[in-house]
């Protein structure tokens, strides 16, 4: 065993894939939790807007350290580089879609959003992309235009 081997066996633990992303969903929950502290709640027969997003923000707090702690047994590797090809599209592809969502309607834009993030990929399987587009499409009109009744246009105005 060599002097300090210890040290650096925390270290790693430290940099894990999975302390981070622990860390990171505890964050997340307790800024939640605390931008949620002065919603009402309301009564067990009657609850109000804040109950949701506590429950939303404390079962994102335990999954945040369950996966913390994993992370500490040290069953993961350390976080690799960032991979900012698909950081980039993705990101491109959500902004494309806040922009033109009013403007070119859901078909077009979620097909769009599709397109553009799976740019993100080295590999590109055009007639899958298609198929798989077709689909999301169909759910998306379905579910948020139909049966939600939400005020997006389906196609361009």
Not at 56 to 77: A, E, F, K
Not at 99 to 119: D, H, Q, R, W, Y
Request: charged share 10%; aromatic share 12%.
């Amino acid at each position: 065993m060599q002097v300090g081997s210890g040290q650096a066996g925390g270290r790693s633990r430290l940099l894990s894939q999975d302390f981070l992303a622990g860390l990171f969903f505890c964050t997340v929950a307790l800024v939640g939790l605390w931008a949620a502290r002065d919603y009402p709640v309301g009564t067990a027969m009657r609850i109000d807007t804040g109950v949701f997003p506590r429950l939303l923000c404390w079962t994102l707090l335990l999954l945040g350290i369950g996966i913390l702690v994993n992370g500490l047994r040290g069953s993961t590797g350390p976080v690799g580089r960032l991979a900012w090809r698909p950081f980039f599209f993705v990101l491109l592809a959500v902004i494309f879609f806040g922009i033109f969502i009013e403007k070119l309607g859901m078909v077009i834009t979620v097909a769009g959003l599709m397109v553009i993030a799976s740019f993100g990929s080295p590999e590109r399987h055009w007639r899958e992309l298609a198929l798989f587009v077709a689909l999301v499409v169909t759910a998306a009109v379905v579910i948020f235009a139909w049966g939600l009744g939400l005020p997006i246009p389906v196609w361009p105005v």
